[in-house]
């Protein structure tokens, strides 16, 4: 099974066009274009009758009580989780491509909405729990691209991951209340092939 895209490139740097914020000129960051990437696949296995993508970083710092802090860093060796930036599953094993800006083109303040899609169900992103307490809390939905901590030493790694699965849904339901690790679990046992994307992003000018 194969994944391409036109947006990105396997081990290449992200566009701050698909990142939920960028490096601003002035400060620390602004917000990115927020473009949901496109991506195309081939070559699923016969059996397949649904499709799922996930993209996750495992980067980012288990505890985030230190980011974006002035006079701080996240030095490379603290500890990571993982942060999904987009889970969409229940895919019809008919579709093989998703247009670049087709679940997101801009950042939405607040988030957007989990749920059906012409795409698919899309899940909670990890940006529901991250932006909890500030201006911008809210349930994100869809696609939310990258926007690690302008403090962090480590450049972080964005999987942009398509399974072609042996069941037409995953059983998460219809309205998008479920997290990355409902969707990792749903996963197992029904995995036919898989391809990936890695990308890479920093907001710190420092890490490159």
């Avoid at 500890?79 to 930036?85: A, C, K």
Wanted: charged share 20%; proline share 8%; net charge negative.
């Amino acid at each position: 099974m194969t994944l391409t895209s036109t947006s990105l490139t396997d081990g290449a740097p992200i566009d701050p066009q698909y990142a939920f914020c960028k490096a601003a000129a002035s400060g620390h960051t602004e917000p990115g274009g927020d473009r949901s990437p496109h991506l195309a696949w081939s070559g699923a296995p016969d059996g397949t009758r649904s499709f799922a993508v996930v993209v996750r970083d495992p980067d980012v710092p288990a505890d985030a009580s230190d980011a974006n802090q002035e006079g701080k860093t996240i030095p490379v060796d603290a500890e990571r989780t993982p942060f999904y930036h987009w889970l969409l599953v229940d895919i019809p094993a008919s579709t093989t491509e998703i247009a670049e800006g087709a679940a997101s083109d801009g950042v939405t303040p607040n988030g957007k909405a989990p749920g059906r899609t012409s795409l698919g169900l899309a899940g909670t992103n990890t940006f529901t729990d991250f932006l909890a307490g500030s201006d911008m809390e809210g349930t994100y939905g869809g696609y939310d691209g990258p926007c690690p901590p302008w403090n962090d030493e480590r450049l972080h790694h964005y999987h942009f991951t398509v399974y072609a699965l042996d069941t037409e849904s995953l059983g998460l339901g219809d309205d998008g209340d479920f997290t990355g690790d409902d969707v990792e679990a749903a996963l197992d046992g029904h995995v036919l092939a898989q391809a990936e994307i890695v990308g890479t992003y920093t907001t710190n000018p420092a890490v490159g």
